[in-house]
T-cell receptor, first 114, second 115 residues
Framework: DVKVTQSSRYLVKRTGEKVFLECVQDMDHENMFWYRQDPGLGLRLIYFSYDVKMKEKGDIPEGYSVSREKKERFSLILESASTNQTSMYLC?????????????FGPGTRLTVL | AQSVAQPEDQVNVAEGNPLTVKCTYSVSGNPYLFWYVQYPNRGLQFLLKYITGDNLVKGSYGFEAEFNKSQTSFHLKKPSALVSDSALYFC?????????????FGTGTLLAVQP
């Protein structure tokens, strides 16, 4: 079974802090994704990566950056956390370039910015 | 524009009754459609997908979904609901354009099954 793990389940940070969210997958998937989930808005794509050191902006990249130095690891960085970044963050991975490959999700990190 | 709509924020059903969670989509090419389920404080779990072929797709936990091209719908169904099916359900469609298989998600439908 594919396993996607995220470094923290719950995180509390203060406004202005730099925040790192880590995601690791163990199935050698090429693609990795970061989403945020907010009530009534569903999942919104922040960034994704289809190869090591490659990244593309999703629908809401402002205030975020990402890093993918190794195939199995995809990090989301909040350069200067703000209260409107309080949310549930979900990482996902998928195999190859096929349009029909499902994404596998981690358990999520609930981030609170005070 | 590519999009997914889940018209119901919440669906209530009695245990043992059939359930339907609705999803409609808009894409510019062939639709690749997915259903995911999210239990409280958990990540999303894949339920089923439509790629091509038979319009009735069977998935995990007894769920199935019916693809209807003329109505651009992909409704999730189960013949007999269980209390344990209570969760948040997301429909998604493969986004065209770009180098990878991005998904566009609906806003989710909360399914509440009463005992």
């Amino acid at each position: 079974d594919v396993k996607v793990t995220q470094s923290s389940r719950y995180l509390v940070k203060r406004t202005g802090e730099k925040v790192f969210l880590e995601c690791v997958q163990d199935m050698d998937h090429e693609n990795m994704f970061w989403y945020r989930q907010d009530p009534g808005l569903g999942l919104r794509l922040i960034y994704f990566s289809y190869d090591v050191k490659m990244k593309e902006k999703g629908d809401i990249p402002e205030g975020y950056s990402v890093s993918r130095e190794k195939k199995e690891r995809f990090s989301l960085i909040l350069e200067s956390a703000s209260t409107n970044q309080t949310s549930m963050y979900l990482c996902a991975s998928s195999l190859g370039q096929g349009p029909y490959n499902e994404q596998f999700f981690g358990p999520g990190t609930r981030l609170t910015v005070l | 524009a590519q999009s997914v709509a889940q018209p119901e924020d919440q669906v209530n059903v009695a245990e043992g009754n059939p359930l339907t969670v609705k999803c409609t989509y808009s894409v510019s090419g062939n639709p690749y459609l997915f259903w995911y389920v999210q239990y409280p404080n958990r990540g999303l779990q894949f339920l089923l997908k439509y790629i091509t072929g038979d319009n009735l797709v069977k998935g995990s936990y007894g769920f199935e979904a019916e693809f209807n091209k003329s109505q651009t719908s992909f409704h999730l169904k189960k013949p007999s609901a269980l209390v344990s099916d209570s969760a948040l359900y997301f429909c998604a469609v493969r986004a065209y354009g770009g180098a990878t298989n991005k998904l566009i998600f609906g806003t989710g439908t909360l399914l509440a099954v009463q005992p």
